[in-house]
């Protein structure tokens, strides 16, 4: 996808936000408890590269990705730290994952004999770093029994393909206030891991959500991910976080167009929408095409601190909104972030587009530049 530098719809990335983030979170953690930094995503749409790098700064020792390719960018980029893929690889990509020191998750036996036929033809490789991960209730990857898991361990014992690095599970309700789910998963990740007949190098357990309300459980690495943004894990679930979180992300745009209607004058596709009296309507060059949702029809942006409501369909590239008064072409139009004494965070346009902060982050494409505020020196 171009990126389209050209236009006034950008998103900021505050970069002192992240770092402040990382180092709340560093403080509380126990000696010896690492932080790997979530950076899949491109970094949940605030930059691989550039929250990486804040990340590091701040401290966090290691890298989690979702997928190989995200991996192998920040390699590229001369990052040397831990970086470990959450999601499973093709066995057919073992030797890239080998040869690039980036660590994988194994879930079952099969895997370990389809990539060891794989790392057997590459030839001569380093070994490739493998977190077992345990299914203790989140029904996605892993090992779902002891058994299983300690006879793969013994599988790879001696083996010079794997060397065993890490040993991990991930929890399904860490952000929600019953924590008797929870609880029933920590006490099948500890039976598991009681199986291995020694502990490898990083035991990890914790995403933001746990890290934040379940400090107990640490394990010696966390895997801290939205929370690192600014953004509370649960929503509006668990209102308080041991720290505050600082959001990092704001998305702002300029008025392309404006313009006079009146009564019954229609705006954007269907004619959904009809002026009742003379009204100023305000153009943003930002679509759907960019991640600002179609269903955001109704919602509102700030235009100098005032909230401006969002009229007629969202379009690709445009959407329309209604003005108090005539706002000059170029006034700043705030879609996520602070005007004036008012806000609009990434949980209100959540709300109302009814998901969560994270898909709406994600969600904002390549087209928007990123551009970083308060840069780190
Ligand atoms: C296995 C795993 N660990 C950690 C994370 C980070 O989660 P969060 O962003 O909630 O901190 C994720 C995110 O999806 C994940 O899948």
Not at 190 to 212: F, G, M, W
Request: aromatic content about 8%.
């Amino acid at each position: 996808m171009v990126t389209a530098a050209l236009r006034p719809s950008e998103v900021l990335v505050d970069e002192t936000a992240i770092y402040d983030n990382v180092q709340h979170a560093l403080t509380r953690l126990p000696k010896h408890t690492e932080l790997f930094a979530v950076v899949k995503a491109d970094g949940y749409g605030h930059g691989l590269l550039r929250t990486a790098r804040v990340a590091q700064a701040a401290g966090a020792t290691g890298f989690c990705v979702a997928v190989l390719d995200e991996a192998l960018a920040l390699r590229q980029a001369q990052f040397t730290e831990p970086i470990l893929v959450l999601g499973i690889i093709e066995p057919a990509y073992a030797g890239i994952a080998a040869a690039n020191h980036i660590a994988v998750p194994v879930g079952d036996r099969d895997w370990l004999t389809a990539a060891s036929v794989v790392l057997t033809a590459a030839g001569t490789l380093p070994k490739l770093a493998v977190h077992f991960a345990i299914d203790s209730g989140m029904g996605r990857i892993g090992f779902r029994d002891a058994a299983t898991l300690a006879s793969a361990a013994e599988q790879i014992a001696d083996s010079d393909q794997y060397t065993l690095e890490g040993v991990f599970t991930h929890f399904a309700t860490a952000d929600s206030p019953d924590d008797a789910y929870f609880k029933e998963q920590v006490a099948k990740f500890n039976d598991c891991l009681a199986a291995l007949p020694t502990r490898p190098r990083y035991v990890h357990v914790s995403n933001s959500a746990t890290s934040l309300w379940h400090a107990a459980c640490h394990g010696n690495m966390i895997r801290y991910g939205v929370a690192m943004y600014g953004l509370n894990p649960s929503g509006r679930a668990i209102p308080t976080t041991p720290y505050e979180l600082e959001p990092a992300l704001s998305v702002v745009s300029r008025l392309s167009f404006t313009k006079l209607l009146h009564a019954g004058d229609a705006v954007s596709y269907g004619a959904t929408y009809h002026a009742s009296g003379d009204e100023w309507i305000g153009t943003v060059p930002m679509g759907y095409a960019d991640g600002w949702l179609r269903r955001l029809q109704g919602f509102h942006v700030l235009i100098e601190g005032q909230a401006c409501e969002i009229v007629g369909r969202v379009c690709m590239d445009q959407f329309m909104v209604r003005m108090p008064e005539p706002f000059a072409v170029g006034t700043k139009v705030t879609l996520v972030g602070r005007s004036g004494a008012a806000a609009i965070t990434l949980q209100d346009v959540a709300d109302y587009a009814d998901t969560i902060h994270y898909e709406i982050a994600c969600n904002l494409t390549a087209r928007l530049p990123r551009r970083s505020v308060r840069p780190l020196a």
